[in-house]
């Protein structure tokens, strides 16, 4: 179901503090959600890039130490504008009975056919964001591009999702088109 990560609590620390946890391979985060306190963490950098390389898409469930496990989302990733290392995670806690609000990566596949010809595949947004309950949350949306010819764009709403999920993003918002060169 969820990807683990192993967590453990921090204090609060000033800037230095934050950098010093990096450099010991942790990256600062917070876990928040409706009617909970706000949970000030710090996660292994290496098990969630490892995450992140696979898609990061779905559910995480990050268990302190000593204490009960959190199932949640990624909400907000800052990186470095320069080496786009990991600075600072921001998880929103999971109620597996209340609708959610997120984003799904949209993950494209295949080479278009316009392509082929000299065109030029540019890939505006690869998220969505849509509604629904947990468990009825697809982890990513497959997008298939490989009849687009020069000139085609997709948009949200060439997207299929299932029923249950509803879609919060525009449906004219644009997320692939292939142009002349």
């Not at 949209?106 to 505006?124: D, E, L, R, S, Y």
Request: glycine residues 8%.
């Amino acid at each position: 179901m969820a990807t683990y990560i192993h967590t453990e609590r921090r204090p609060q620390l000033n800037p230095s503090g934050l950098r010093n946890l990096r450099r010991e391979g942790r990256l600062p985060g917070v876990v928040f959600g409706k009617n909970a306190d706000n949970q000030i963490i710090h996660i292994c950098t290496k098990q969630f890039e490892k995450w992140i390389k696979k898609g990061a898409s779905g559910f995480i469930e990050l268990k302190i130490e000593g204490d009960h496990s959190f199932i949640v989302l990624l909400e907000d990733l800052q990186r470095n504008p320069v080496t786009r290392a990991p600075l600072h995670v921001d998880f929103q806690l999971v109620q597996t009975d209340e609708i959610i609000r997120t984003k799904l990566g949209v993950k494209i596949i295949g080479i278009p056919a316009g392509a082929k010809w000299g065109g030029v595949v540019q890939i505006q947004d690869p998220y969505v964001e849509v509604e629904a309950l947990p468990k009825d949350l697809p982890s990513i949306v497959e997008l298939d591009i490989s009849a687009m010819e020069i000139g085609e764009t997709l948009f949200v709403k060439d997207l299929v999702l299932p029923p249950e999920v509803t879609v919060i993003s525009g449906d004219n918002e644009l997320l692939v088109s292939v142009s002349k060169p």
